[in-house]
């Protein structure tokens, strides 16, 4: 069975640092780009940050640009998101993905490009 595990969310406060992990089981997601996405209720699921299969390119969501970095370990199929100088509207439940193609190098940010949805993990900022 094929399946993506978020961990690391909580909460922490305006300013604050936490570290996302995005651990795969069930097959290797070692050549897919993948990428978070993070949804509050009402709203659409939005686009993050992303990186290629290899790791040498990164794609970033203009709110975030600067605050957070999103890397990646092929060696043992995890997916980080390091989120500093964290605000309130960062506010939201955080999901990471795959692409649907392999070997892609330019990043996608439609969510309906991406499949094996983890659960999820919340992230709150308080002010």
């Known amino acids: 069975q094929v399946r993506l595990v978020e961990i690391g969310g909580g909460l922490v406060q305006t300013g604050g640092s936490l570290r996302l992990s995005c651990e795969a089981s069930?097959?290797?997601?070692?050549?897919?780009?993948m990428a978070w996405f993070r949804q509050v209720p009402g709203n659409e699921r939005e686009f993050v940050a992303g990186i290629n299969w290899s790791g040498g390119s990164t794609r970033y969501a203009d709110s975030v640009k600067g605050r957070f970095t999103i890397s990646r370990d092929n060696a043992n199929i995890t997916v980080f998101l390091q989120m500093n100088s964290l605000k309130p509207e960062d506010t939201a439940v955080y999901y990471c993905a795959a692409d649907k193609n392999p070997y892609r190098n330019v990043l996608r940010y439609n969510p309906y490009d991406y499949e094996h949805w983890g659960q999820g993990t919340q992230v709150t900022v308080s002010s």
């Open positions: 069930g097959r290797s997601f070692s050549t897919y780009p």
